[in-house]
């Protein structure tokens, strides 16, 4: 059987072009006579999963947090600094070490989680100075890059299509939210509302109708794939 | 037992350094037969060559300063093929074994990581297992080609040099050299390799080349750099196109009259600046003829092996702790070697049996993995009168493929084409 496209000589095993994904029509008697595949289905195991060195990490920070607290009470009779060090390297943990416990973690779960601990740990940074910005800033700027990161995320590894789009999307979005932050940061600190948070609004909405009109615009669109292409 | 160790032969050093947990750097030699394998008859041959072959039968360590190659007791186990060729080779397999040994229906393969040899060095071992593996199954006696070598005769020293260290010069040729143009494409699930050989008759692929005067290695890689042009420039604009380079491995052993059965060879890159013009075929099979018959003297192998040689004289890198190496060796492999070509073209050449084996076999092919950051790359191995060209690639897209296969067809070379996909 020839490829009608490429003008090879095709196998009989093959039922599309492997060069051109041509599809490959057979009769019942060339059914028949398919020969077998020239690979077997068996794929290989694999484990990604680095778990003797995350053994070793875990062993590690567990020897740490344990030395960082004998030692505050052996000299201090209470935590002191070692609360900020034991978050801290709780925060490193869920970071660096939780992912290598797992074949393939999704990056969203992966973001949640590290998002989570550092707001655990201003938290914590927050009752223990006596503070009152937690709530009121912390934890919303947390959320705002936290949503931000998760859609960038989504752009770069769910979206094939309307990427333009999105991206302009996502841009705006960026600089709306600077003015939320601008928000919090006027709520908890009492500073002048939307001072520098209209420069970046300015700066994202521009580049972000570019980037949905460059969605719009095919020729536009194919320029800046040739530019840009990674 | 006191078993012995081997340190990595120069071109190896690289290896274990730059191989990470999605790539190692391996080839693939198999033969398909007239026959189902037997594979208790395949692990016999394999364990009747384990003195005649000690260099291969070891297993990858970690020294302070350096890996090093453990031989083993036990023989590699030999085990059922995988959907695709050259899966990947972790640490943990490395450690009991640098090889593998595989087979499927009528068709024996050996997987070798490149710290233990090359394809000329892999090739004899392979062509004596089968030779081995005929013997055993057949009772017959096979005589000795120079692919073949006999089971109980001594190991020779010069088998297991480093014959990097032999042939070097006091001149260190330079590695500058700019960068090359890069394919880029959607990557496959699970680390999967598409393999899609393309089955051409050597002696009109042989009579193609004498019409532009060259040789099938520089035909070749010309009409993939003729390809890489045409797709650069579709996708790229005219003053954004880069360099054209294809990476050919050099077996040095002919060049320098070496025996050694470990890596000995080093790569050249040839190519063309697509932004000084338009190149025709025949002048893409000048400018690469010419390349190679520049690059491939004695003298300019020896000073290519002197940079290599070199650095491991230095007292104070070899006193560099292994992790360190590992970075530096890393961030120089990925400037001079992966950056520098577009893929690599690695002809084994004929290979020729003793006539008491052609009968069983009924082809010979050689496969080798995508580097590190390219995501295709092309082998090619003749045997009888077909010549195998595997392109073996790491993406969705089967663009270069189409484009060089379409124009050999156009050149008037009948092509059959095999996929383990499709």
């Given amino acids: 059987m020839y490829c009608v496209k490429c003008g090879v000589k095709l196998s009989d095993d093959l039922?599309?072009?492997?060069?051109?994904?041509?599809?490959?029509?057979?009769?019942?008697?060339?059914?028949?006579?398919?020969?077998?595949?020239?690979?077997?289905?068996?794929?290989?195991?694999?484990?990604?999963?680095?778990?003797?060195?995350?053994?070793?990490?875990?062993?590690?920070?567990?020897?740490?947090?344990?030395?960082?607290?004998?030692?505050?009470?052996?000299?201090?009779?209470?935590?002191?600094?070692?609360?900020?060090?034991?978050?801290?390297?709780?925060?490193?943990?869920?970071?660096?070490?939780?992912?290598?416990?797992?074949?393939?973690?999704?990056?969203?779960?992966?973001?949640?989680?590290?998002?989570?601990?550092?707001?655990?740990?201003?938290?914590?940074?927050?009752?223990?100075?006596?503070?009152d910005w937690f709530l009121s800033f912390a934890l919303p700027l947390n959320i705002i890059i936290c949503v931000n990161v998760i859609l960038a995320i989504i752009l770069i590894k769910y979206v094939s299509k309307g990427r333009y789009f999105f991206a302009g999307g996502i841009i705006i979005l960026i600089g709306l939210s600077s003015m939320l932050i601008e928000f919090f940061q006027h709520l908890t600190f009492d500073t002048k509302m939307f001072v520098w948070s209209l420069y970046v609004v300015v700066c994202c909405g521009i580049f972000g109708i570019f980037l949905i009109l460059a969605g719009i615009i095919k020729p536009l669109k194919n320029y800046l794939n040739k530019r840009f292409f990674i | 037992m006191n078993r012995n160790w081997y340190r990595l032969d120069t071109a190896a050093l690289l290896f274990p350094a730059v191989?990470?947990?999605?790539?190692?750097?391996?080839?693939?030699?198999?033969?398909?037969?007239?026959?189902?394998?037997?594979?208790?008859?395949?692990?016999?041959?394999?364990?009747?060559?384990?003195?005649?072959?000690?260099?291969?039968?070891?297993?990858?360590?970690?020294?302070?300063?350096?890996?090093?190659?453990?031989?083993?007791?036990?023989?590699?186990?030999?085990?059922?093929?995988?959907?695709?060729?050259?899966?990947?080779?972790?640490?943990?397999?490395?450690?009991?074994?640098?090889?593998?040994?595989?087979?499927?229906?009528n068709r024996i393969a050996v997987e070798f990581f490149h710290g233990v040899t090359d394809g000329t060095g892999g090739n004899i071992y392979f062509c004596s297992l089968l030779a081995r593996y005929l013997e055993i199954k057949f009772d017959i006696e096979i005589g000795k080609s120079p692919f073949v070598v006999n089971h109980d005769e001594p190991v020779s020293k010069e088998e297991l040099e480093?014959?990097?260290?032999?042939?070097?010069?006091?001149?260190?040729?330079?590695?500058?050299?700019?960068?090359?143009?890069?394919?880029?494409?959607?990557?496959?699930?699970?680390?999967?390799?598409?393999?899609?050989?393309?089955?051409?008759?050597?002696?009109?692929?042989?009579?193609?080349?004498?019409?532009?005067?060259?040789?099938?290695?520089?035909?070749?890689?010309?009409?993939?750099?003729?390809?890489?042009?045409?797709?650069?420039?579709?996708?790229?604009?005219?003053?954004?196109?880069?360099?054209?380079?294809?990476t050919i491995p050099v077996n040095l052993r002919k060049l320098f009259g070496s025996k050694t059965v470990r890596n000995f060879v080093l790569p050249i890159n040839v190519g063309v600046d697509p932004k000084k013009g338009d190149y025709s075929l025949k002048d893409l099979c000048i400018s690469i003829a010419s390349q190679f018959n520049y690059e491939i003297t004695t003298q300019n192998m020896a000073s290519r092996i002197a940079s290599n040689v070199n650095p491991q004289k230095n007292i104070l890198l070899q006193a560099t702790p292994l992790p360190i190496k590992r970075l530096v060796m890393g961030a120089v492999y990925h400037r001079a070697g992966i950056l520098t070509s577009s893929l690599n073209i690695s002809n084994l050449g004929l290979v020729k049996l003793p006539k008491e084996m052609d009968p069983f076999i009924e082809r010979i092919e050689f496969i080798i993995s995508p580097q590190k950051n390219n995501i295709n790359n092309c082998s090619v191995s003749s045997y009888k009168n077909h010549t195998y060209i595997n392109i073996n690639r790491n993406i969705v897209e089967s663009?270069?493929?189409?484009?060089?296969?379409?124009?050999?067809?156009?050149?008037?070379?009948?092509?059959?084409?095999?996929?383990?996909?499709?």
Wanted: glycine share 4%; aromatic share 12%.
């Fill in chain 1, 15 to 131: 039922t599309v072009c492997p060069l051109c994904q041509t599809k490959i029509y057979y009769n019942e008697e060339q059914i028949k006579a398919i020969k077998e595949k020239k690979y077997p289905e068996t794929m290989p195991t694999r484990s990604n999963a680095n778990r003797s060195l995350a053994s070793i990490l875990t062993m590690l920070s567990l020897l740490t947090i344990s030395i960082i607290l004998i030692l505050c009470y052996q000299v201090y009779d209470e935590i002191r600094w070692g609360g900020y060090a034991v978050f801290s390297v709780g925060v490193f943990y869920c970071v660096f070490v939780l992912p290598l416990w797992f074949k393939k973690i999704n990056p969203i779960i992966s973001v949640l989680i590290n998002h989570t601990a550092i707001s655990l740990f201003l938290l914590y940074i927050n009752l223990k100075t006596g503070g």
């Fill in chain 2, 19 to 105: 191989m990470n947990k999605n790539w190692s750097n391996a080839f693939r030699l198999e033969a398909t037969i007239n026959h189902e394998v037997d594979p208790f008859i395949l692990q016999k041959a394999v364990d009747d060559l384990q003195v005649r072959f000690p260099s291969f039968y070891v297993g990858l360590r970690t020294g302070f300063f350096w890996c090093y190659l453990q031989q083993m007791e036990e023989t590699p186990k030999v085990m059922s093929d995988f959907a695709y060729p050259l899966t990947f080779m972790s640490y943990k397999e490395l450690k009991n074994s640098c090889m593998r040994i595989l087979y499927y229906k």
């Fill in chain 2, 162 to 246: 480093d014959s990097f260290h032999k042939h070097t010069n006091d001149y260190p040729a330079s590695r500058k050299e700019t960068s090359s143009y890069q394919l880029k494409g959607t990557k496959n699930k699970n680390d999967y390799f598409t393999l899609i050989t393309g089955i051409v008759e050597t002696t009109k692929l042989k009579e193609i080349s004498n019409r532009y005067n060259c040789t099938i290695t520089v035909f070749l890689t010309a009409v993939m750099i003729e390809s890489l042009i045409e797709i650069q420039k579709e996708k790229c604009l005219p003053q954004l196109q880069k360099h054209v380079k294809i």
């Fill in chain 2, 399 to 422: 663009e270069l493929e189409r484009v060089f296969f379409s124009k050999l067809v156009e050149l008037g070379i009948p092509v059959t084409i095999e996929s383990n996909r499709g």
